[in-house]
Nanobody
Framework: QVQLVESGGGLVQAGDSLRLSCAAA????????VGWFRQAPGKDRKFVAA????????DYADSALGRFTISRDNAKNTVSLQMNSLKPEDTAVYYC???????????????????WGQGTQVTVSS
């Protein structure tokens, strides 16, 4: 089992930035694909961004392109999501997810992830 812990959520105003972090309790994230998903009230959980286990492949949802950046810090054993120019429609619970890195896995596929964090709330006021 991989226990994922998210941090960095909060309440901000439109146009502000937040940086979310995902860490695996007691173990490394090396060798894992790591994705970020979000779920707004009453809506399905949706893909936001992901980074492959090799760090060679990064994928973003259209809503995140140009505003969000996903990155891996091997020294800190974390995967971060830098979110800039936040909008009220970015308000959601953000979840970190991981699966073992193997060739051919689709990063944006929610059902492909085996391990999930508890989520961190991001609220953007207008």
């Amino acid at each position: 089992q991989v226990q994922l812990v998210e941090s960095g959520g909060g309440l901000v105003q439109a146009g502000d930035s937040l940086r979310l972090s995902c860490a695996a309790a007691g173990r490394t994230l090396s060798g894992y694909n790591v994705g970020w998903f979000r779920q707004a009230p009453g809506k399905d959980r949706k893909f936001v961004a992901a980074i492959s286990w090799t760090d060679r492949h990064i994928d973003y949802a259209d809503s995140a392109l140009g505003r969000f950046t996903i990155s891996r810090d091997n020294a800190k054993n974390t995967v971060s999501l830098q979110m800039n120019s936040l909008k009220p429609e970015d308000t959601a619970v953000y979840y970190c997810a991981a699966n073992v890195g193997v060739p051919g896995r689709t990063l944006a596929l929610r059902l492909g992830y085996d391990f999930w964090g508890q989520g961190t709330q991001v609220t953007v006021s207008s």
